[in-house]
């Protein structure tokens, strides 16, 4: 069964830190593009954070710019993506996605296969 699994979100304060993860099942993450894609009540999904299957490319939204990597660990056919310095406004579901487009974008469409997300939640 091919599919991509969240965890880590949870509870954190303003200023902290979390790790999430998302894991690959039923196929090989190291060939894919992956992404990470974050969506607030009421709002629509926005991008966060990507990288091209070979690490050659990365790119990162202006809003979460310098407080956030994303990563991969290809040896547990998994994705990373620490954050730090979280703010409020961070409170998100959070979504792992890959693709093949060899592209390092945040349009959904690109992406094959998305996980059901795990919940980030930036509070006092």
């Known amino acids: 069964q091919l599919q991509l699994v969240e965890s880590g979100g949870g509870l954190v304060q303003p200023g902290g830190s979390l790790r999430i993860s998302c894991a690959a099942s039923?196929?090989?993450?190291?060939?894919?593009?992956i992404a990470w894609f974050r969506q607030a009540p009421g709002k629509g999904r926005e991008g966060v954070s990507c990288?091209?299957?070979?690490?050659?490319?990365?790119a990162t939204a202006d809003s979460v710019k310098g407080r956030v990597t994303i990563s991969r660990d290809n040896a547990k056919n998994t994705v990373y993506l620490q954050m730090n310095s979280l703010k409020p406004e961070d409170t998100s579901i959070y979504y792992c996605?890959?693709?093949?487009?060899?592209?390092?974008?945040?349009?959904?469409?690109?992406?094959?296969?998305w996980g059901q997300g795990t919940q980030v939640t930036v509070s006092s």
């Open positions: 039923g196929f090989t993450l190291d060939y894919y593009d």
């Open positions: 996605a890959a693709g093949l487009s060899r592209l390092c974008v945040f349009h959904q469409y690109r992406y094959n296969y």
């Open positions: 990288m091209t299957s070979r690490g050659g490319s990365t």
